[in-house]
């Protein structure tokens, strides 16, 4: 069966709705500077939550676009980044069957990616993505514990 949000407390789905917040951060301040395509590179994620087939990614996306309320929940919280995705790792493998968790982890990835991709150059060279923004992306998957 399909987890939903309510097999979770409100402060565990919290730490799950920052999940793509902390993945952005992450890959954004790889670079020093968080510049609007990497901001509209993720906004287009938050909007396109219907084309994840998996439903607490959707349902995370939804909560997002709902209103500001989680973006200022997400900078009042004390956690660091890393610490967050582990939480969050965690909170999937206890919670959520093995497959449903793994997807999660993996649009959290594909996100990070997408963010990596939007910012440097313009040109649609390998180069897109900077060596700062790679490392990130595979401290994202460790932390989260999917391959990249």
Do not use: H
Request: hydrophobic content about 45%.
């Amino acid at each position: 069966a399909m987890e939903d949000r309510s097999i979770f407390t409100d402060e565990e789905w919290r730490t799950l709705t920052f999940a793509p917040l902390w993945v952005f951060c992450s890959v954004a301040e790889a670079d020093a500077d968080i510049d609007e395509r990497e901001i509209a590179a993720l906004s287009m994620e938050v909007e396109d939550a219907y084309l994840y087939d998996e439903p607490l990614v959707q349902e995370v996306f939804e909560v997002l676009q709902e209103d500001d309320q989680p973006l200022l929940d997400f900078k009042a919280d004390e956690r660091e980044g890393d610490d967050g995705l582990a939480e969050v790792a965690d909170l999937l493998d206890r919670k959520v069957p093995g497959e449903q968790a793994e997807a999660f982890k993996k649009a959290m990835l594909f996100i990070a990616r997408s963010v990596a991709e939007a910012s440097g150059e313009e040109s649609f060279s390998a180069e897109r993505v900077s060596g700062g923004e790679e490392l990130s992306l595979f401290r994202i998957a460790d932390l989260l514990g999917v391959s990249l």
